[in-house]
């Protein structure tokens, strides 16, 4: 389970957009998301793959946990 940090992510249309990154990034990931805290959590197998996408997208991504 990974934790990322996303400042931007400020609402639940935030959410949605980080949700469609994840979608295409990792597959059936089952993102939880933390909009008070502006975390996600989700299983992943390469983190910086997945990080490359949130910011590429334009989200200000960073991996709080492994």
């Known amino acids: 389970m990974m934790t990322i940090r996303i400042p931007n992510m400020e609402c639940g249309g935030c959410a949605k957009g980080v949700a469609a990154t994840l979608a295409k990034a ?12 502006r975390e996600v959590r989700l299983e992943a197998a390469d983190a910086a793959a997945i990080l490359a996408a949130l910011r590429a997208d334009g989200w200000e991504a960073e991996a709080l946990s492994r």
Not at 26 to 37: N, S
Request: hydrophobic share 40%; charged share 25%; net charge negative.
């Open 26 to 37: 990792a597959p059936g990931a089952a993102p939880q998301f933390d909009l008070e805290k």
